[in-house]
């Protein structure tokens, strides 16, 4: 089977990509005319996500909102259950900051039968939980610890070890609602040994802090909460 890359070489192309994450479990179809009104101008992507989606909120939302916008519809999802064929990519996301096997693979092969023949483009993508000041629902809900903020060794050595191991995306990722976000200076040791592009999302507000993460080295960021709750500054 062929296998599409297109959106993937979005990311490579050296543009201040912004995605706006959308959470099924805190987003109803109906309200979305409305909520993607107040969209920030910079949106690139949409993702959607979250670690306590049911099991059939995820598509109905994204065929509301293929219907609404054109931007590029990402699933970013918690379980393999929030994997739809609606969307147009899918991080398929391991989460090695953990040991946590459920998440490191068995989630991946429960997806297959979703997967086999499908028309998602899949972006294997390493995801790192940082420690983001609070115990965030990744956290609670993969049953895994964050790195530590300070241990930069360890989260440099996780990303090389990802990358080596074919991994096209870095995700760092302080949770959602962190009250830390993750550090440009992580963001700056990784993104200096990894040629692969860096995510950035957890607790991210304004957009002159997320100025220091793109200069750090991110070519993407993720906004959720402070879009949900109308307090992002732009
Ligand atoms: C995406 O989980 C984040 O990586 C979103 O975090 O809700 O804190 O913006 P916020």
């Not at 969209?39 to 049911?54: K, M, R």
């Not at 610890?145 to 760092?172: C, H, R, W």
């Not at 750090?216 to 960021?221: D, E, Q, R, W």
């Amino acid at each position: 089977p062929q296998r599409s890359n297109t959106l993937y070489k979005a990311f490579l192309e050296g543009q201040e990509l912004f995605a706006i994450l959308i959470d099924p479990d805190k987003t109803q179809p109906k309200q979305l005319p409305q909520h993607l009104k107040k969209l920030p101008n910079q949106t690139t992507h949409i993702f959607v996500g979250g670690s306590t989606v049911q099991k059939d909120q995820t598509e109905p939302l994204v065929k509301a909102l293929k219907q609404h916008t054109t931007l590029p519809v990402f699933l970013f999802p918690g379980d393999a259950s929030q994997i739809t064929n609606t969307a147009d990519a899918l991080l398929f996301l391991s989460l090695l900051s953990g040991r946590n096997p459920e998440f490191l693979i068995e989630q991946h092969v429960k997806a297959i039968p979703k997967l086999i023949s499908t028309n998602l483009e899949i972006i294997p993508t390493a995801y790192l939980l940082i420690d983001g000041g609070i115990k965030t629902a990744v956290q609670r809900v993969s049953n895994t610890k964050p790195m530590a903020q300070n241990n930069i060794d360890a989260i440099v050595n996780t990303a090389l070890a990802a990358e080596f191991s074919g991994k096209k995306l870095i995700y760092l990722e302080a949770g959602s609602g962190a009250k830390q976000f993750v550090n440009p200076e992580i963001v700056r040791a990784v993104s200096r040994v990894v040629s692969i592009p860096i995510i950035v999302g957890g607790g991210l507000r304004d957009n002159n802090t997320i100025a220091e993460i793109y200069k750090a080295g991110a070519t993407m960021v993720v906004v959720g909460t402070a879009f949900e709750n109308n307090s992002f500054k732009s």
